[in-house]
Antibody, heavy 119, light 109 residues
Framework: QIQLVQSGPELKKPGESVKISCKAS????????MHWVKQAPGKGLKWMGW????????TYADDFKGRFVFSLEASASTANLQISNLKNEDTATYFC????????????WGQGVMVTVSS | DIVLTQSPALAVSLGQRATISCKTN??????????MHWYQQKPGQQPKLLIY???NLASGIPARFSGRGSGTDFTLTIDPVEADDTATYYC????????FGGGTKLELK
């Protein structure tokens, strides 16, 4: 069955970096785009951008340009999100989600990773 | 950027109809399709796709859920509402990149 399994929770200090992963199974990884979505505690969903899993090209939403990097380990069917120079406002749950085409909805989601940034 | 606006909350009685609206500041139609999707999220869970392209029911979703609309005005209807439907509902556009609405929390009266 199709699954997106994300890495475990993270506790970091301001200024540190974090890398979280999203491992896909049950389908051909490179046939679907992978998106990243942020949800701050008690808040709504915010689209961060997506990565073309065939070419590796990332696209970032305006609010996520600079400290955020999407990458792939295609041989391992894994997408990664790295956040550098962490700030308190990066405290959130981060979801990965796949879509078939550029316009397609997100039909499968990871379970989410809670990242806590605290001194 | 395309901005999606939803009412923050809605209270409905069991067995009644719930209508959740989503308005956009730009037209999300293109070549006959409306690029609007709906998701349900329960506390502590990932979102689940309910409706895609404004009115198409996603796989495994009960027919109590329906969507309609075009252009800049869209609605998600749940009829009849069941206890398990208490959740937050989000609209999402895919006409230009992606954005989500702020979410509507559905509660029971």
């Amino acid at each position: 069955q199709i699954q997106l399994v994300q890495s475990g929770p993270e506790l970091k200090k301001p200024g540190e970096s974090v890398k979280i992963s999203c491992k896909a199974s049950g389908y051909t990884f490179t046939d679907y785009a992978m998106h990243w979505v942020k949800q701050a505690p008690g808040k709504g969903l915010k689209w961060m951008g997506w990565i073309n899993t065939y070419t590796g090209k990332p696209t970032y939403a305006d609010d996520f340009k600079g400290r955020f990097v999407f990458s792939l380990e295609a041989s391992a069917s894994t997408a990664n999100l790295q956040i550098s120079n962490l700030k308190n406002e990066d405290t959130a749950t981060y979801f990965c989600a796949r879509s078939a085409l550029q316009w397609s909805p997100f039909d499968y989601w990871g379970q989410g990773v809670m990242v806590t940034v605290s001194s | 950027d395309i901005v999606l606006t939803q009412s923050p909350a809605l209270a409905v009685s069991l067995g009644q109809r719930a209508t959740i609206s989503c308005k956009t500041n730009q037209n999300v139609d293109y070549y006959g399709n409306s690029y609007m999707h709906w998701y349900q999220q329960k506390p502590g869970q990932q979102p689940k796709l309910l409706i895609y392209l404004a009115s198409n029911l996603a796989s495994g979703i009960p027919a109590r859920f329906s969507g309609r609309g075009s252009g800049t005005d869209f609605t998600l209807t749940i009829d009849p509402v069941e206890a398990d439907d208490t959740a937050t509902y989000y609209c999402q556009q895919s006409r230009n990149l992606r954005t989500f609405g702020g979410g509507t929390k559905l509660e029971l009266k």
